[in-house]
């Protein structure tokens, strides 16, 4: 290995080799110092995004003066807002640093979270929501971004499998605080509801102000590394280039219009938006779906809508663990969605273990977006074409939620047999279409080989990224 001075540290020290026991305690003090603080951010983001959900078991459509619908247009015009700056602030979030962007923007969502205690009608509240989605759009491929300048890409799967569990986490944890909250209602005059948006959305931008000073902005700058762990920590890195769409310029808009083109991609989006009606569904009425199970206390409904959450935290890590170490991932993300199926269908069918139902559907839908995403991810190349590849997964991620809003309908309860079966339709064509990946992939491997045989090493040289010959696509 080549000989690297960074001139951004203070210091004479020059490193040749990397010492394996240096790397090994630099990539602990990540795992133990920084991601877990990343993790905590997550979770309050999303804990402001799911509190509507439990504060409508607290007479909040009553108190706001809205009905059922303009409640469910509420949820759906978040993800507006959330699809609106996903893309400009990934592209602010090089310009200015992650260490002041990641705060500035928890700063402005907890700001609008704790600006919904105030509301009063439809139009505040849906401004607030629309703005909420907004703030909290880049938070996610900010972090992801902000990890590449300190991770490997060999290690970056397992980091964003354990970051991503932080919001599963904090779903569980929103109905148990929902549960102590809420019961605060007439205290100083507040309702329960109020309550949950000032003790949720306050402690955000404390948090935000506490992330502007320990985020380091880059690793030769962190506090907690020796001069040695900060050189290795860039060396490491020298030659791991990650892009974002910040790194777009005539020079490599070739590689992004090859993923527009890809016609892998656009069916890994159909794939992202069949799987996340559910996950966005679940997300926004679950407690209003336990409570159709005779909680009729709807206190009992926040506090019983944790449980699903935990069982999802254990089956996804076991889940994730499992591709990881077999090296598939059309098959889990089957098994996921199959899970979740197999609640529903207990759901619809047996109103009796509904609850069991509940926890099984849950448990099944955390597992499906993590491993799709490590799939496009493991299968496009080079690194421009992945990061508009994986942007436009994001979209469709996201633009479930439009979808996914809508289908619990307040005309429904108690069983909501209409989002079910929705929820139902877009598993069975999840299953449908990744069975069909798989099988498509496959072929396109084997057509590979066959070329190989047959083309000049000149003609193989032409090809780059994924469409060169001796790339083979993770199945």
């Not at 989002?419 to 590979?448: D, E, P, W």
Request: charged share 15%; proline share 4%; with cysteine.
């Amino acid at each position: 290995m080549q000989t690297t001075r960074y001139q951004s540290i203070n210091t004479a020290l020059e490193v040749t080799e990397i010492d394996p026991l240096v790397e090994k305690s630099l990539v602990r003090k990540l795992d133990t110092r920084l991601l877990p603080f990343l993790s905590l951010m997550y979770l309050f983001s999303s804990l402001d995004r799911s509190s509507l959900g439990n504060a409508v078991l607290d007479n909040f459509e009553e108190d706001v003066h809205i009905t059922p619908d303009q409640f469910n247009t509420c949820v759906t015009i978040f993800y507006v807002g959330f699809l609106t700056f996903q893309i400009p602030s990934n592209i602010l979030v090089k310009r200015f640093s992650a260490k002041i962007w990641l705060p500035l923007l928890m700063v402005l969502w907890g700001t609008v979270a704790t600006l919904h205690a105030t509301a009063s009608s439809y139009g505040q509240l849906i401004t607030l929501r629309f703005f909420l989605g907004l703030f909290e759009s880049g938070f996610f491929p900010g972090v992801i971004y902000y990890l590449t300048l300190f991770y490997k890409k060999s290690e970056m799967a397992t980091r964003i499998a354990l970051f991503w569990g932080s919001s599963v986490a904090a779903h569980a944890f929103a109905g148990v605080l929902a549960f102590g909250i809420l019961q605060l209602r007439g205290r100083g005059s507040l309702a329960g509801w109020q309550w949950l948006f000032l003790i949720e959305g306050i402690p955000t931008i404390l948090l935000a102000f506490v992330a502007w000073w320990y985020l380091p902005r880059s690793p030769d700058q962190w506090m907690f590394l020796t001069s040695e762990e900060r050189l290795v920590s860039l060396q490491r890195l020298d030659k791991d280039n990650h892009m974002t769409l910040g790194d777009l310029d005539a020079n490599n808009k070739k590689q992004a219009y090859m993923a527009l083109s890809d016609w892998k991609v656009w069916m890994w989006m159909v794939m992202f938006f069949c799987g996340s009606v559910p996950n966005t569904s679940v997300s926004n009425f679950l407690p209003s779906i336990v409570k159709g199970m005779g909680y009729s206390d709807k206190l009992s409904a926040n506090l019983m809508s944790a449980p699903p959450y935990v069982c999802a935290v254990v089956v996804m890590i076991a889940f994730a663990y499992s591709s990881d170490r077999l090296g598939d991932r059309a098959f889990h993300a089957v098994g996921g969605a199959g899970l979740c199926l197999l609640g529903y269908i207990l759901l619809l069918a047996a109103p009796s273990i509904a609850y069991g139902g509940v926890c099984i559907a849950v448990s099944g839908i955390f597992i499906i977006n993590p491993i799709v995403n490590a799939w496009l991810t493991n299968n496009i190349a080079p690194d421009m074409k992945k990061s508009v590849a994986t942007a436009m997964a994001v979209m469709a991620n996201n633009s479930a939620g439009l979808v996914g809003s809508n289908i619990y309908r307040a005309s429904d309860a108690p069983r909501y047999r209409f989002g079910h079966l929705v929820n139902v339709v877009f598993l069975c064509m999840f299953i449908l279409l990744t069975l069909a990946q798989r099988y498509l992939l496959s072929r396109a491997n084997r057509q590979k080989k066959q070329k190989q045989t047959e083309m000049t090493e000149d003609q193989q040289d032409e090809l780059v990224g994924d469409q060169a010959l001796d790339y083979m696509y993770r199945l």
